[in-house]
């Protein structure tokens, strides 16, 4: 131009979509998808998707904002047909896999260990010794332990999506060698089913540490918070973050809690107290064990 400025004009924008999963998975392998539009009006776009294939404009289309899958990937590709956005790249929204696994009391003391990978795996493996499980005893069908506890590491891949999860294999408890596992004892929670810890008043954690390291494996193993209070201070100075009778996603405390800390020094001391919906009895065993939990006789089934 005359005036010696160089005048851009601003990117067109394009439709896009914004994808996010509902819950948790499903036992059967199925998690619902919410799929919001963005730079573009609902009532004049489309979305195509495609279940572990590329899309285009021929895929099938979304009937609403939901989509249930147990695809391993899906593509999604937004079509504005007002004219007034561009058609944008599609957007590729990749699955998580999910690790199950049942403990079952047989003979003489021994357990029979059953796996499953979520929604799929082309390679399951596992270790009883904690070696690395990528390169474990390749799962085929249960195979059975004795009374003594374990670590029982496993490694599930399916198409480029990997996962590694580990679960604490309790010793077996009775007389005479007839045992049964402890998991089946009042005082231990069921493994395989969902838990609310503590069922009386909230747990505490008290290290700084500790509490950042809580909410990291609260966010791996989708535990949320039905209780929470967030607190830290410094002499007469103090923040705080709480809920309560609502589920909150340890995301959201994390948010809260980088807020907070804004405003302190770095060395000071942060306080969680909580009440905590496990998916798992084996979530809070290993939750329990990592931060000096006090968990018998203190759970309930859900």
Not at 90 to 96: G, L, M
Not at 176 to 199: D, H, I, M, R, Y
Not at 249 to 269: C, G, H, M, N, Y
Not at 289 to 299: G, K, P
Request: charged share 20%; proline share 6%; glycine share 6%.
């Amino acid at each position: 131009m005359g005036n010696g400025y160089v005048s851009k004009k601003p990117k067109p924008k394009q439709a896009g979509v914004q994808v996010n999963p509902i819950g948790q998975m499903q036992d059967d392998g199925s998690t619902v998808l919410q799929i919001g539009i963005i730079n573009a009006s609902p009532d004049t776009t489309s979305v195509h998707y495609a279940e572990d294939a590329e899309v285009s404009e021929v895929s099938p289309k979304l009937n609403d904002d939901k989509l249930t899958t147990k695809a391993l990937r899906v593509a999604f590709l937004a079509i504005d047909h007002s004219g007034r956005t561009q058609k944008g790249p599609p957007y590729v929204w990749s699955n998580k896999l999910m690790v199950q696994w049942e403990i079952v009391s047989s003979s003489q003391g021994k357990r029979i260990i059953t796996l499953k990978a979520l929604p799929r795996a082309d390679v399951l493996r596992y270790t009883l010794n904690a070696a690395e499980p990528r390169n474990g005893i390749d799962y085929s069908a249960p195979f059975t332990v004795g009374p003594e506890a374990a670590m029982l590491l496993v490694f599930a891949e399916a198409n480029g999506i990997e996962t590694k999860q580990e679960f604490r294999i309790p010793q077996a408890i009775g007389n005479n060698g007839n045992t049964e596992s402890s998991c089946s004892s009042e005082s231990e929670p069921p493994l395989n089913k969902a838990v609310l810890f503590p069922s009386q008043r909230n747990a505490q954690i008290t290290s700084r540490d500790k509490v950042f390291a809580a909410l990291v494996k609260a966010v791996e193993r989708n535990i949320e918070f039905t209780d929470v209070i967030l607190r830290i201070q410094d002499g007469a100075s103090f923040g705080q973050f709480g809920l309560q009778g609502r589920a909150t996603k340890p995301e959201r405390v994390q948010q809260a809690i980088s807020i907070l800390a804004e405003s302190f020094s770095p060395s000071t001391p942060i306080t969680l107290q909580f009440q905590a919906l496990f998916p798992t009895g084996q979530d809070l065993l290993d939750f329990a064990e990592a931060f000096e939990l006090t968990y018998a006789n203190d759970w309930k089934e859900v």
